[in-house]
């Protein structure tokens, strides 16, 4: 069962996971987290995330689809390196499933922020194989192995599954993924915590699909990736009100500004650094915007 046009836009609360690379301050995008720990991660579209608005107010929105049935597809973050992140794979639908797990971790990142002469890694160097990152990682030399992948402001990265990646400081990304947190980690500079060298190496593929993805004009919009799980498109409104169609379900995310999403079933207020879900088969919505707002699409295939 999915989610049909009985349900109107709805707005979640962010929920925030605490990780050893993160920030204590999460400003401009969040005044406060509500924890004294370090937070790695906004998730907008997690299943602990609360929702704000219209009749499941209150409820996760796991609790919600529960109730419901079925799941949304996406989840949505943004992430916020203070430190580098551990060097990680993730399986693909098949070899996540045979592991037990529902579904692989294909992702993309949008880079919202990055300072000068920010890179992220990206896959491994030709020539490199299982028993070259088996040793990298006993002698410590693992970054010594992976592709580095300049970055700037607006670049869309996409993520393979079976691709080797790290995240370093000096950036803030907007990730979209499959929803699952099923990640295998490679390395993590003598940090205190579980490897899964194994598993990791089981599933790296020799080559992917990862690497930037150059934007598409389209009409009224722009379309920052689209791949088998995920299309995230980019609006950039003056103000006024702009019409949009959607199919499969999805999700609006304001990167600055202010707005109203309104569909046929009731309406909702779109804010910086939240999510709005549109339910699948929403339709035709409006989004009225009373000064400048931009905002991201996310959106899965129909089903």
């Known amino acids: 069962?999915?989610?049909?046009?009985?349900?109107?836009?709805?707005?979640?609360?962010?929920?925030?996971?605490?990780?050893?690379?993160?920030?204590?301050?999460?400003?401009?995008?969040?005044?406060?987290?509500?924890?004294?720990?370090?937070?790695?991660?906004?998730?907008?579209?997690?299943?602990?995330?609360?929702?704000?608005?219209?009749?499941?107010?209150?409820?996760?929105?796991?609790?919600?689809?529960?109730?419901?049935?079925?799941?949304?597809?996406?989840?949505?973050?943004?992430?916020?390196?203070?430190d580098k992140l551990s060097v990680q794979v993730h399986p693909d639908d098949a070899?996540?499933?045979a592991a037990g797990e529902t579904r692989g971790k294909t992702e993309c990142w949008y880079v919202l922020e990055a300072?000068?002469?920010?890179?992220?890694?990206?896959?491994?160097?030709?020539?490199v194989g299982a028993a070259e990152v088996a040793t990298s990682v006993a002698d410590g030399k693992m970054e010594d192995l992976l592709e580095q992948v300049p970055v700037s402001v607006d670049d869309m990265i996409f993520v393979d599954a079976g691709t080797v990646h790290a995240i370093g400081p000096g950036v803030v990304l907007?990730?979209?993924?499959?929803?699952?947190?099923i990640t295998y980690r490679l390395y993590d500079y003598g940090r205190p915590r579980e490897l899964h060298l194994e598993q990791g190496i089981?599933?790296?593929?020799?080559?992917?699909?990862?690497?930037?993805?150059?934007p598409r004009q389209m009409d009224g919009f722009i379309r920052l990736i689209e791949q088998?799980?995920?299309?995230?498109?980019?609006?950039?409104?003056?103000?006024?009100?702009?019409?949009?169609?959607?199919?499969?379900?999805?999700?609006?995310?304001?990167?600055?500004?202010?707005?109203?999403?309104?569909?046929?079933?009731?309406?909702?207020?779109?804010?910086?650094?939240?999510?709005?879900?549109?339910?699948?088969?929403?339709?035709?919505?409006?989004i009225d915007a009373p000064a400048a707002l931009s905002f991201v699409r996310c959106s899965a295939p129909a089903k």
């Not at 709805?10 to 937070?39: I, M, Q």
């Not at 997690?46 to 689809?65: I, N, Q, R």
């Not at 989840?75 to 203070?82: A, D, Q």
Request: charged share 20%; with cysteine; proline share 8%.
């Open 1 to 82: 069962m999915t989610m049909t046009t009985s349900i109107a836009p709805f707005r979640l609360k962010p929920w925030f996971s605490e990780r050893p690379w993160g920030k204590s301050d999460l400003r401009p995008w969040y005044e406060s987290t509500g924890t004294n720990e370090l937070v790695g991660e906004a998730w907008l579209t997690g299943p602990a995330c609360v929702v704000e608005t219209g009749p499941f107010t209150g409820k996760t929105l796991a609790g919600m689809y529960s109730h419901i049935g079925g799941e949304f597809p996406l989840l949505v973050k943004i992430l916020f390196p203070n």
């Open 95 to 97: 070899q996540a499933q």
């Open 115 to 127: 300072v000068p002469g920010a890179a992220v890694s990206l896959g491994l160097k030709p020539g």
């Open 174 to 181: 907007l990730e979209t993924q499959q929803t699952s947190d």
């Open 202 to 214: 089981a599933v790296i593929k020799a080559k992917t699909e990862a690497g930037k993805v150059e």
């Open 228 to 286: 088998k799980y995920f299309t995230v498109d980019r609006f950039d409104v003056p103000f006024g009100e702009i019409k949009i169609t959607n199919s499969g379900p999805a999700c609006l995310v304001s990167l600055s500004g202010w707005g109203t999403v309104k569909s046929s079933k009731g309406s909702t207020g779109l804010k910086p650094g939240q999510a709005v879900i549109l339910p699948q088969g929403t339709g035709d919505i409006t």
